[in-house]
């Protein structure tokens, strides 16, 4: 079965440091990843996605995602971290129809 | 622009009771997706339409569950017979096209409404 993890369910880090927030996937074929960001009350925004092409994806709000064939992994980062980054992050794949979800990782930036 | 809006925002049933949740995608919108999200997890795929056209409903849990857009744009997801269970997040996406005929697969990201929290007492 196809699926996308994400081995912490909480990561903290100080503001202004940077920030990793994991997800490995395994699928078959060509995988296609992407991230979402989930705050209190609102629906899932879409922040980058890998398709094709470059590893290094770049997407909203100064994040980005390195995509890693050899680890199965598709790790959310960003070089600075920002009290307002706090929020619950969603590493998604693609299905024959749908998205299918990891379990979340909320991510707490402390002043 | 307006993006995806769902209402009601929360809904209260009592068990045994239909409940119909409504969905207004992005205009243009050719695909529509409804996932349930329970409270702590990722959300989980319901159904899919490609303009008025369902095509798969493979994670709808029960045949409790339907989900229609006959014009090809509002769309409702109605649960009849409401069980504890079905307490959740309902979330509605919409996306231009899915997957891009002759372009190869291409996947467009979908925009999320603010969901409708269900709660079946």
């Known amino acids: 079965a196809q699926s996308v993890a994400q081995p912490e369910d909480q990561v903290n880090v100080a503001e202004g440091n940077p920030l990793t927030v994991k997800c490995t996937y395994s699928v078959s074929g060509n995988p296609y990843l992407f991230w979402y960001v989930q705050y209190p009350n609102r629906g899932l925004q879409f922040l980058l996605k890998y398709i094709t092409g470059d590893n290094l994806v770049k997407g909203s709000y100064g994040f980005e995602a390195e995509f890693n064939k050899s680890q199965t992994s598709f790790h959310l980062k960003k070089p600075s971290a920002l009290v307002s980054d706090s929020a619950l992050y969603f590493c998604a794949g693609t299905g024959a129809n749908n998205l299918f979800f990891g379990t979340g990782t909320r991510l707490t930036v402390i002043p | 622009g307006a993006g995806v809006s769902q209402s009601p925002r929360y809904k209260v049933a009592k068990r045994g009771q239909d409940v119909a949740l409504r969905c207004d995608p992005i205009?243009?919108?050719?695909?529509l997706f409804w996932y349930q999200q329970a409270l702590g997890q990722g959300p989980e795929f319901l159904t899919y339409f490609q303009n008025e056209a369902q095509l798969d409903k493979s994670g709808l849990p029960s045949d409790r569950f339907f989900a229609e857009r006959p014009e090809g744009s509002v769309s409702t997801l109605k649960i009849q017979r409401t069980q504890q269970e079905d307490s959740a997040v309902y979330l509605c996406?919409?996306?231009?096209?899915?997957?891009?005929?002759?372009?190869?697969?291409?996947?467009?990201?979908?925009?999320f409404g603010p969901g409708t929290r269900l709660t079946v007492l």
């Open positions: 205009s243009g919108h050719v695909s």
């Open positions: 996406a919409s996306s231009l096209g899915f997957r891009l005929p002759g372009r190869g697969d291409y996947y467009n990201e979908q925009f």
